[in-house]
């Protein structure tokens, strides 16, 4: 079988536990601890130094399907007229593929109960498995030295570790009993693959020689730290990571291949986010914008980072002015966000009911975009969804700062510290959207997305600009 190196699973630990103490060191107030750019940059210093090849070695009914795609539930979007969910990011691909050839969906855990899904997907839930207590101590050292390189508790890290080890083995255990029954299969699509649930199922695709393709779910851009940043990747490449990235645009790509551009494996290509293009042709083929007068979409994030408080003071100050009574805020909450409603409750306890409004969580994010004029956002990618539908975008925070920098030089999105003052000015200015054709974040066609789903893998192939895109 041979032997799965362990380094994408740490990594992905590791990032998360660097964004997770930057995040306690900034609610401590000091001033010398980084922030999310500074721990993308520490992490990568880290990941220079650092290619380890620990290794774990691994002592129904035949399907007929040669495609298989693997989503989350998080990603199913209500449908209010069918009152069914579509799954914005996996269902455009599968119905197209299914239209050409035998193609099966499912998901991570079943979606909650009650939801209709307009494109039916099965279940899958992980098998148990032993604990590796060989593994576990023969890996200990070599987590310990990188927490010690990172800045990191090395009993936390080794603790968070394990956690994931287990569950990527009996991820891995599921995979080898689903695909053993799928003996047609040639191909995986999933998305959000750094996690030890999808790590696992790629890893045994891998095992049966089924390619495995991630499907961009949001924005991977510089300081993503499980698209970007991988700099000495093994001949042969990782089996817990996808072989091909599908990306919305070639921005994407080349975050991606920035800093290994002559990788021979895990390569970018464009194949876009064909949800827009959906969205025009079958749910609102409409040209006319029912716009509301002066009214903001801002879309929440939960706290993370340094962005502890999703509605920041400058927004509330805003909604307290009477001079600006004629503007109305719209407040959109992250899905993860779990408290996010009684959040809203509470941080706008102050301000006249009439100058806000809580959305409809399960309305269709579009609709929303159809019917405001401005959008605001810490450093969520709904600011290229956005800027898709004409809508021009306010950032705010230093994450957004180093997030979006060549965006905000540009002029495709405005930036805020956070003072009502630069928003007050913002929107004082005419809504000029800057969609740059040379450079779309966002591709969106149903035709691109059957093209790439049948066409020539290598014709794919994203090639990255040395000279204009490579940093030292």
């Not at 956005?386 to 030089?409: N, R």
């Amino acid at each position: 079988m041979g032997a799965i190196q362990l380094w994408p699973l740490l990594r992905h630990v590791l990032w998360t536990e660097l964004l997770r103490a930057g995040s306690a060191n900034e609610q401590q107030g000091s001033a010398q601890q980084p922030g999310l750019a500074s721990q993308a940059r520490r992490l990568a210093s880290v990941l220079y130094d650092n290619i380890a090849q620990t290794v774990l070695r691994h002592q129904t009914e035949r399907l007929e399907e040669t495609l298989l795609f693997v989503s989350r539930p998080v990603y199913l979007q209500y449908m209010g007229e069918t009152k069914q969910y579509f799954d914005r990011i996996i269902d455009p691909l599968f119905f197209i593929a299914r239209n050409h050839c035998s193609a099966a969906k499912a998901y991570i855990g079943p979606p909650p109960d009650g939801l209709r899904l307009l494109f039916p997907g099965f279940p899958l839930r992980p098998r148990l498995v032993g604990r590796a207590a060989s593994i576990e101590h023969s890996v200990g050292p070599w987590i310990r030295d990188i927490a010690h390189q990172a800045g990191l508790c090395d009993r936390e890290l080794s603790a968070q570790f394990f956690t994931a080890l287990r569950g990527f083995e009996r991820w891995y255990s599921t995979g080898k009993s689903l695909f053993a029954s799928m003996p047609r299969m040639k191909r995986l699509y999933l998305t959000s693959w750094y996690f030890p649930d999808m790590m696992g199922l790629t890893a045994a695709a891998k095992d049966a020689g089924i390619e495995v393709i991630d499907v961009q779910h949001g924005k991977q851009g510089k300081y993503q730290g499980m698209y970007s940043w991988w700099t000495r990747i093994p001949d042969g490449g990782y089996r817990m990571m996808p072989d091909r990235f599908w990306c919305w645009g070639r921005p994407s790509c080349h975050d991606i291949l920035r800093a290994s551009p002559d990788r021979t494996t895990h390569r970018p290509f464009v194949g876009g986010f064909p949800w827009i293009d959906w969205y025009r042709t079958f749910v609102n083929p409409s040209v006319a914008r029912p716009v509301s007068d002066r009214t903001i979409l801002f879309t929440m994030q939960g706290p993370q980072g340094v962005s502890q408080e999703p509605i920041p003071d400058f927004i509330v100050k805003f909604l307290q002015d009477g001079q600006f009574s004629d503007w109305r805020i719209r407040f959109r909450n992250h899905p993860n966000f779990k408290g996010g409603l009684k959040y809203c409750e509470k941080r706008l306890a102050s301000v006249n009911p009439s100058r806000f409004a809580i959305a409809d969580q399960k309305r269709n994010l579009y609709d929303e975009f159809l019917e405001v004029t401005h959008h605001i956002t810490g450093y969520s990618s709904c600011c290229y969804e956005a800027e898709s539908f004409g809508v021009p975008t306010l950032l705010f925070g230093e994450e957004a700062k180093s997030i979006y920098e060549a965006d905000i030089a540009s002029g495709r999105f405005s930036w805020t510290r956070g003072e009502e003052s630069d928003l007050i000015v913002w929107l004082g200015q005419p809504p000029i959207n800057h969609v740059h054709q040379q450079d779309q974040y966002i591709e969106s066609s149903l035709a691109l997305t059957a093209s790439v789903l049948f066409g020539d893998p290598a014709a794919q192939d994203c090639k990255l600009v040395r000279s204009s895109t490579v940093q030292g």
